[in-house]
């Protein structure tokens, strides 16, 4: 069996934090794509090292933990976790940055998330797009690469968000093997579930769970949302307490973001979405 590393992409705060679009942040993507391949890495067989820093002073100081943490481990293979970004809002698509030493596992990653998605395939990237991996050349043997799932600034990319079947792809082209959930038609209990963390939500929330005729949770309580639902829908922010004494929130199942600045800009975001504003 084989040593992975799984480095997710930018911290919460601080001088590292991702890009933003769409009503989605990127550092919280790539820890929810992230989890989910460590899972379907260790469900494998397979040693697997999370790479997490939710704080850094600034880019350099988060680059260069994320390394010697990848170097001190030496993998089989280091694999980071990222959402790309253009000022043009029509850049669309996935690619995958590495090296030779891994090109073929960039690739299945790249034509397992185009094809899934139906999504445009920029392919493999021969070079280092990120610090991250230019600090491995000459130090470590490790081949490393670095997914770009879609582009959070394309509201299109945005709007086929699924963290799980992300997982399962890069999974998948990293094994070089057909992952379940990626080659079986899922079979769900409902269409949709709207959940919500914070009680200033629950109206915008039960709102759009009215609309779409579904039932609506409290994402603070333990719940087990596997093949649940095949629209999981979050509304408003998350719980600012998750992972304190076992807190819970909104999770890796989650396939769409609705949210604003405030209580009442989510209102607005959920009467968009719905057609009613």
């Known amino acids: 069996m084989s040593v992975f590393t799984v480095d997710f992409g930018h911290t919460l705060s601080g001088g590292d934090t991702g890009a933003g679009g769409n009503g989605l942040r990127e550092e919280k993507l790539t820890r929810e794509i992230g989890n989910l391949v460590v899972q379907g890495l260790r469900k494998e067989g397979h040693t697997v ?138 079979k769900y209990d409902m269409k949709n579930l709207v959940c919500y963390c914070n009680a200033i939500d629950k109206r915008a929330a039960e709102y759009l769970a009215d609309h779409l005729q579904c039932p609506c949770i409290d994402a603070t309580l333990p719940f087990n949302y596997s093949n649940v639902a095949e629209n999981i829908i979050a509304v408003g922010g998350d719980n600012p307490r998750k992972g304190e004494n076992g807190q819970v929130g909104f999770t890796g199942y989650t396939t769409k973001y609705i949210a604003g600045k405030d209580r009442y800009e989510t209102a607005k975001e959920v009467l968009k979405f719905i057609g009613k504003l």
């Open 49 to 186: 090292y999370p790479i997490q820093l939710d704080y850094a002073n600034t880019l350099v100081e988060s680059l260069n933990y994320r390394v010697n943490k990848i170097i001190s481990i030496n993998p089989t293979q280091s694999i980071s976790i990222h959402i790309n970004a253009a000022t043009n809002i029509e850049a669309t698509g996935v690619e995958v940055w590495g090296d030779n030493l891994c090109k073929d596992m960039c690739i299945r990653i790249s034509d397992n998330i185009s094809k899934e998605f139906n999504l445009a395939n920029r392919g493999f990237k021969n070079g280092c797009e990120s610090l991250a991996l230019v600090g491995l050349y000459g130090l470590s043997n490790a081949p490393a690469l670095l997914v770009e799932c879609f582009f959070i600034s394309n509201s299109n990319d945005c709007s086929k968000y699924n963290a799980q079947k992300y997982a399962d792809c890069i999974v998948s082209g990293i094994l070089n093997k057909k992952i379940n959930n990626v080659v079986e038609e899922r």
